[in-house]
Structure formats: structure tokens, C-alpha cells
């Protein structure tokens, strides 16, 4: 297993590099140029060299390329261009909202999903099953900033109970402000993903439920609540699991467009910002930590299988 | 041409009187009533001025941009920046009146001598930066020196080019001289706000911090100081508190937390909610929401804006001025801002914009070749080989006006495709050529200058679509030189009568500078493209 997770770990190494080093060319490639919107309406030719000599972004590609990567070696991922900032500072102010908003919408999904879908395995077939799959297709099919900006006019602008922007600090505000702030956007990425993990708890039961051992268990008079939580569910989730690690890029991607709906700026926005802006250090610095977490992620996931699963070995 | 005397341009004030008055003394006596019945035209309802206003309080502004890249005058590029935020940071040599007269900041008066070559101010005394440090003239000459440093690449290095040299005589004297006239100096280059050329910064904290910190946590002179611990880190925002020693006096307000809302309906919903009791620029499609909210109160200036279609004439059939005209003659300009803006916008015949009072001329009142006349457009379409011919227009972000023009002109029988590009992308093929027509225009000016070099002088920057008139460029280096405000207004409306009849652009709109605030907010005094607000108090 040590082993396994080593030669793993090595593996990523090389993808995060490969991607690392694809985001630098094809950052590069794709047209825009970042003076020229740095300047905006000031610019004319002169000041664009002025300021492509003042950046280092008059030199050829190999030489930045190398600059930039050997400052990586050494834990420096560059300043902003467009901003004053260091990469490292904005991903230290915009990492934790953006897991903040992740956990939070995850734990939505999951306090949503698994219910439901237990409910509609169950009640398979009834008006249950029929509500819940009705909910869960309305749930996919939303866009999360559509769906932000319905909240947002319900719960903060009709009824004034939430604010409808921006982040409070769990340590500076405390823990009620933080979530009456996160609760809406939270929410808004939570519902389209609860709702693709409930199809797969309700499958992923109904398949388990119809196995043999669950009806050896059943015949050797276990009880039914037994049966479902410690027989069925435990294995109906390995696919769960499987898709939730896959799904984080749904919690990412949902993020990107709901911090900007919700003025929150995470590690969404602060990409987003950064690839209109062309501001290639930005982006590549924020590739490169969203690169790291796909790939411990997955790891994650595998290793969490062994648990689930004892069959499952990793030699 | 009459030579007037430059010195008409000396403060402490240059104020809508003396243009009347020169006005009236040159013979244009159409423009000086219009002047006067503009002064007399009911203004926007400010709330209850006649209340005592309250000192204290925290206005929440929400702030639509996507980030603020730095709050250092001399790196800044963004208009809206430059006018709402760094105004209340910074104070200048002078700064803007309700019409965009000049009238005394840091400079308690100045001198301009009658050939427009030298610049006297005259400093008040016992000025102060935010860190206690006194500001002095020679401040102003380091700002002058640090802008101008080529290896500092400021974006606003080139308003300087004008000047020879900047002395210091005494503490509170700055002398500056230019090597030819330049009219908009005071506006483009001294001003609150967007003259960030030569807004003042004080030398030990820069040399301390270094240029890029500065950009976060700057040290100004304006009435409200920057809260280092909220740090401008881009896309967050920040805070600024009242700057106990600014020379005009404590502002009102204890404290602004600017708040960064990038998506504009985002931002709507933020104001409505009460999240924040300000917001910079109403987004245009929201202006009609707002209106209906009893609790806010909406107050338009006059934009200092214009756009239009530009035609790239290195691309058939643009080089052809039948079609320009055909497109100019086929927009029917109220028609389009009632589809694309909701009714919010002038008419446009040109690129003198509404809030230049003193040169601008309303649309009734003028007679362009270019006005709205269907039957004419098809005809000159006709003869330009227009009808069924294909083009694209390039765009970035907002998609309405690109939607409603490209129906409009189907009409003619042009078949117009969108060519919709990220921002970065639409700005490189701007400057590069790279397109067919474009909706395009200046805005957040400081003074008409900025939307007519440009765009309209073989060497102006934006001139990226070939448009080549020596007359034009005769017209545009007068304004330059031009003796007084009056002689200066004259020339640009003789321009704009050029432009209207070459089309380099079919002028469309003027958009007005809106803002709206909980109606506890008071005190604001609305200036175009500008937010100063030390005199804006909370009835709480």
C-alpha cells in the first residue's frame, strides 16, 4: 500500500509538470495580449513596450519559460501582472473561501443526496421515487449561477434574510456570519451535484439491494434497517465515492461561477479574472494548485475504495 | 483666428462665467445662452440638502469591476478607478467643478501665462500626506520626475511629454513649463482624479515600500486615507477612513468600504438588499429596476463619453463612404438606445460629449449629414453595393447594442455576423486592424482631447482603422493650441462637422454617468465620471 501510494505520488509529479508546462504554451498561444489590456484606454505603442520590457515579456518563450519554472523549484510562483500581488498571497486569501465553499456545498450534496436517494431506492416505483427523480432532473439540468441569482432575489433581496454577497472570515466574524454567508452559494453549486449523487445512491442501491448477500442477510432474519446501513449502503457507495471524486471538478467549475455571482473572491474568480486579464502568472500559478488537487484527489478517492471495499488491494 | 489670451485658463477657478463671458465678448452668442439656460436647467433632486448634515457613519460602495490592478495614480489605467476611487485618495493641483470647470485642490491658485507655456501654482500651506508627511513642491517635481522615468513605464508618461521643466522656487511654488501649448494640461495631467500624471505622491514611502506596494497600500493627500490592514489585493476591495488633516476639512464620513461586485446584476441585487448602500456606475440594464425602489434615489450627470461604428477602410466595402454613410443615415439613434440601453443615452452627432458643456451642442440643434433617414440609407447602400453584402462587427462583453445594430442594418440589407471575443483578444485585434466595423467610443474623459487625438489624428493611438485627414489633423492639433475655451469650443464643433460629413464613425450615443444610493445617503454632489465624496454624510 506505501508502495502504491509512492509510485502514485511520482506519477503525479510528472502530470502536474506536463500540465503545468501545457498551461505555460497554450496560455501563450491563444490570442490576447496582457499589456495591452493592462493599459486598456491608455494605451499606445510606447507605453505597451515600456511596460512588455518592464514585465519581461519582450524576451523569447524559452527564457521565460525557464525563469518561471526554475522559481517554481523554489516555491515562487511570480507576482501578478495585472495586480500587485504575489501569486502565492492570492492563493492564500482565495483558497480557503473557495474550500470553505466547497466543503460546504458538498456537505449540502451529501446531506441531500444519500437521504433521498435511500428514499427512492426504497420506494421504488412510487410517487417518492417519481418526486425525488423529478427533483434530481431539475437539479442537473440548473445552472448553479442561474440558480444563484434566483436565491440571491428570494432569500436576500424579496425576504431579506440573507446578505446576497461577499465572504465573512470564520476567524474575524465568527461562525454565524461565515455561514449565513456561504449558506446561498453553497446551495447554488450544492443542488446541481446533490443531485447527480442521488441517481447514483438510488442505482447504486437498487443493484445491491437485488444481490445475494443481501438476501442471505435478510434470510438470516437481520433486521431490515441492518440490512440497508450495514449490508447494502456500504457497498452501493463505492461508485458513489468513485463519482464524487470525479465531481469535484463540478464543486470547481461551480465555484468559478458562483463566486463571481456572489462576489466572493476564491480561487474561481481570481482565475477567471486572471485568464480575461491574461495574467499569465495567475493563471498558471492557480492551474498548478488545481492540477495538485485533481491529483491528490484521486488518490484520495482510491485509497478510500480499500476501506469500503476490503477486497479491493493495492499491491 | 482671434488670439485670446491663454491666462483665462488661471485659477482659482475657471468657471462656466468666464466661458459665458468670453462667449459673449467673441460674438458666440448662441453659445453663451446656451450655457446660461443649461446653469438654469433644473438639476437632479439630491435628497434634503437643507438638513444639517451628520458626521459619521460607514458607507458601503459597491464597486463594479472585475479587479483593481493598483491604486498607484501613476500604473492606474481604468477610468472609473482613476474618478471614483483614487479621487478620494489623492487630491491634485486642481479639481473638477458640477460642469467640469477647473477650481482649486492642492493648488490654492495658478498662473497661466499668455503664450500657454508656463505654469504657476501656488500651493496651500500646511499640506499633508496621509502619513504626516508635508507636502511640498518639491513633491510635485518628484512626482513629475518618477512619471516620466522611462524604466518606471507609467501608461500617463506621454501627458508629460509636453514639459520642458519643472521648478520648485519655494516651497509652495511649482512652475512648469511646456514646450509647445497643450489646452488640456490642467484637466488630463493636474487634475483630481484622472490626472494621474502628476497627482501627488510622497517620495519616503515609495522609496520604503517599493513601486508595486505602493499600488496596495498607496500614501495620498485626499480627504480619505486607505486602511493598510484591508489592503487593495485586487479583487477584494478596501476600506478608507477620513483623513483628519486634509486641508478642506474632516470629511463627513467616518469610514467607505469599497466592495467589489463584478457581475452587475450581482450588484443591483447587493444594493436592493442593503448589502451595500452605494453603488458606482448603475449598469444600464438595471437603471429601470432601481427606479421603481422607493428607497433609492438615482442621480444622472451628463456622460463625458460618445460611441459609434468605426469602419476599418483597409477593408472593402468600408473604404467606400457611400456605405459608410449608408450605415450612419440607416440608425435610427433613439431607436437603439430605447432597444439597447432601456431609453438611457443621448442621441450622438459627434464626439463632443454632453458633459462638455462648454462645447457640446444637444442633438436637435444640430444638422448632420449623418441623421436617421431609411429611404436615403437604402438608396446610398444601393449605389455602395451594400444590400446583401457581408460584414462582422467586433465585440467583447456587452452583446445589446451589437444585437440591436445588426437588426437595425439587416434593414439596408447588410448582413452583419458578430464576431464575439474575450476582452484581451478584442483589444489586441482592435489595435492590430483586425476587423471589419466595431462599436467602439471614448470614455471616463477628462477632457474632449482624450476622444478626438485618439481616434481621429493619423497618429492617434486608436486611429487603427485608417482614417487619414490632414484637415482633421490640422483641426485636432488647433485644439490643442487653442487660445481660449471659446476658440478651443469652436474648433471642436467645426471637427465634429468634418467627422460627420467623412464618417471615420457613424456616431451613435452618449451614455449619462448614473449612480443611485439608499435614500439616507446625502450630500452627493454629481459630477461627471467623478465620486468625491467628502461631502457625502448618512441621515441615520
Not at chain 2, 233 to 248: L, N, Q
Not at chain 2, 300 to 315: C, E, L
Not at chain 2, 364 to 379: I, N, R
Amino acid at each position: 500500500m506505501t508502495q502504491y501510494v509512492l509510485r502514485r505520488l511520482i506519477h503525479s509529479v510528472f502530470i502536474i509538470w506536463g500540465c503545468a508546462t501545457l498551461v505555460f504554451f497554450l496560455l501563450r498561444l491563444i490570442p490576447g495580449d496582457p499589456v495591452i489590456q493592462m493599459l486598456g484606454p491608455e494605451y499606445t505603442p510606447e507605453a505597451a513596450e515600456a511596460l512588455r520590457r518592464k514585465l519581461g515579456l519582450d524576451e523569447p518563450l524559452q527564457v521565460q519559460y525557464v525563469r518561471w519554472f526554475g522559481n517554481i523549484l523554489r516555491g515562487d510562483l511570480g507576482g501578478s501582472i495585472a495586480s500587485g500581488e504575489t501569486v502565492t498571497g492570492a492563493i492564500a486569501t482565495g483558497l480557503p473561501k473557495t474550500l470553505s465553499l466547497a466543503a460546504l456545498s458538498f456537505l449540502i450534496a451529501i446531506v441531500i443526496a444519500v437521504p433521498a436517494g435511500v428514499a427512492a431506492a426504497l420506494k421504488r416505483n412510487t410517487i417518492v421515487d417519481y418526486a425525488a427523480s423529478v427533483v434530481a432532473f431539475v437539479g442537473v439540468s440548473m445552472p448553479s449561477f442561474w440558480f444563484g441569482i434566483i436565491l440571491i432575489l428570494v432569500f436576500a433581496v424579496w425576504l431579506g434574510w440573507l446578505p446576497a454577497t461577499g465572504y465573512a472570515e470564520l476567524t474575524d466574524d465568527g461562525f454565524v456570519e461565515w455561514l449565513r454567508r456561504l449558506i446561498l452559494p453553497s446551495l447554488a453549486i450544492g443542488a446541481g451535484y446533490a443531485a447527480i449523487l442521488m441517481r447514483f445512491v438510488r442505482a447504486g442501491l437498487l443493484e445491491v439491494l437485488g444481490s445475494d448477500y443481501v438476501r442471505t442477510a435478510r434470510a438470516k432474519g437481520a433486521r431490515e434497517r441492518t440490512v440497508i446501513v450495514r449490508h447494502a449502503l456500504r457497498n452501493a457507495l463505492i461508485p458513489v465515492v468513485t463519482i464524487a471524486g470525479i465531481q469535484l471538478a463540478l464543486l470547481l467549475s461551480g465555484a468559478v461561477v458562483v463566486e463571481t455571482v456572489f462576489s466572493i473572491r476564491g480561487i474561481g474568480r481570481i482565475l477567471v479574472g486572471a485568464i480575461f486579464d491574461r495574467d499569465y502568472p495567475m493563471v498558471q500559478g492557480v492551474i498548478l494548485l488545481v492540477a495538485v488537487i485533481f491529483v491528490l484527489a484521486n488518490l484520495v478517492v482510491d485509497i478510500v475504495y480499500t476501506f469500503l471495499d476490503p477486497r479491493i488491494h493495492y499491491g | 483666428m482671434t488670439t485670446v489670451d491663454w491666462s483665462v485658463l488661471s485659477g482659482p477657478r475657471v468657471s462656466r462665467r468666464t466661458l459665458i463671458g468670453l462667449a459673449a465678448a467673441t460674438g458666440a452668442v448662441g453659445f453663451a445662452g446656451r450655457l446660461a439656460a443649461t446653469a438654469a436647467a433644473p438639476r437632479a433632486v439630491l435628497g434634503t440638502i437643507q438638513d444639517q448634515p451628520k458626521q459619521g457613519g460607514t458607507l458601503r460602495l459597491g464597486f463594479g469591476i472585475s479587479q483593481i490592478p493598483t491604486l498607484d495614480p501613476a500604473q492606474e489605467t481604468t477610468g472609473i478607478v482613476a474618478g471614483e476611487l483614487l479621487g478620494n485618495l489623492f487630491s491634485s493641483l486642481v479639481q473638477f467643478d458640477e460642469q467640469l470647470g477647473l477650481k482649486p485642490d492642492l493648488a490654492e491658485t495658478w498662473q497661466v501665462s499668455e503664450d500657454g507655456l508656463h505654469y504657476t501654482f501656488t500651493l496651500r500651506e500646511g499640506l499633508t500626506f496621509h502619513n504626516g508627511d508635508t507636502l511640498t513642491s518639491e513633491d510635485v517635481r518628484y512626482t513629475y520626475e518618477r512619471t516620466s522615468n522611462p524604466d518606471f513605464a507609467s501608461p500617463h508618461a506621454n501627458k508629460l511629454a509636453f514639459i520642458t521643466d519643472v521648478a520648485t522656487p519655494d516651497e509652495r511654488t511649482v512652475a512648469i513649463t511646456l514646450g509647445t501649448p497643450y489646452a488640456p494640461f490642467l484637466s488630463t495631467a493636474c487634475s483630481r482624479g484622472p490626472g494621474r500624471a502628476l497627482t501627488p505622491v510622497p517620495r519616503r514611502p515609495i522609496e520604503e515600500m517599493g513601486d508595486q506596494q505602493f499600488g496596495l497600500t498607496p500614501v495620498g493627500s485626499g480627504p480619505f486615507m486607505l486602511v493598510p490592514e484591508t489592503a487593495n489585493t485586487g479583487g477584494e476591495g478596501f476600506e478608507m477612513i477620513a483623513f483628519e488633516g486634509w486641508y478642506g476639512g474632516r470629511p463627513l464620513l467616518d469610514k467607505i468600504v469599497v466592495q467589489i461586485i463584478p457581475e452587475p446584476s450581482s450588484r443591483l441585487s447587493a444594493l436592493e438588499a442593503g448589502d451595500v448602500d452605494m453603488l458606482d456606475i448603475v449598469p444600464p440594464t438595471g437603471s429601470a429596476q432601481l427606479a421603481q425602489n422607493p428607497d433609492l434615489t438615482l442621480v444622472d450627470a451628463p456622460g463625458t463619453n460618445w460611441w459609434g461604428v468605426s469602419f476599418n477602410r483597409a477593408r472593402a466595402p468600408w473604404d467606400n463612404p457611400d456605405a459608410r454613410m449608408a450605415v450612419a443615415k440607416a440608425v435610427d439613434r433613439q431607436a437603439l438606445i430605447d432597444t439597447a440601453f432601456f431609453g438611457l443615452g443621448v442621441p450622438s452627432v459627434g464626439p463632443i460629449a454632453p458633459a462638455f458643456g462648454w462645447a457640446y451642442v444637444p442633438p436637435e440643434e444640430v444638422e448632420t449629414p449623418q441623421a436617421f433617414d431609411l429611404a436615403a440609407a437604402k438608396a446610398l447602400a444601393e449605389r455602395a453595393g451594400l444590400t446583401g453584402a457581408k460584414s462582422s462587427l467586433l465585440a467583447s462583453e456587452d452583446d445589446r447594442p451589437h444585437q440591436v445594430l445588426r437588426n437595425i442594418l439587416a434593414e439596408i440589407g447588410l448582413d452583419l455576423t458578430i464576431d464575439k471575443v474575450q476582452t484581451a483578444t478584442y483589444f489586441e485585434r482592435r489595435d492590430a486592424g483586425d476587423y471589419d466595423t466595431m462599436i467602439t467610443g471614448s470614455v471616463v474623459d477628462a477632457d474632449p482631447d482624450d476622444g478626438h487625438f485618439n481616434f481621429f489624428h493619423s497618429e492617434g493611438p486608436w486611429n487603427t482603422y485608417g482614417y487619414v485627414s490632414e484637415e482633421a489633423d490640422r483641426l485636432i492639433e488647433a485644439t490643442r493650441e487653442a487660445t481660449d475655451p471659446t476658440e478651443r469650443a469652436k474648433l471642436f464643433r467645426e471637427l465634429q462637422t468634418l467627422l460627420q460629413a467623412e464618417v471615420p464613425f457613424a456616431f451613435l450615443f452618449h451614455q449619462p454617468d448614473q449612480t443611485a444610493f439608499h435614500t439616507d445617503v446625502q450630500g452627493y454632489v454629481p459630477i461627471p465620471e467623478m465620486r468625491y465624496l467628502e461631502t457625502v454624510w448618512l441621515d441615520r
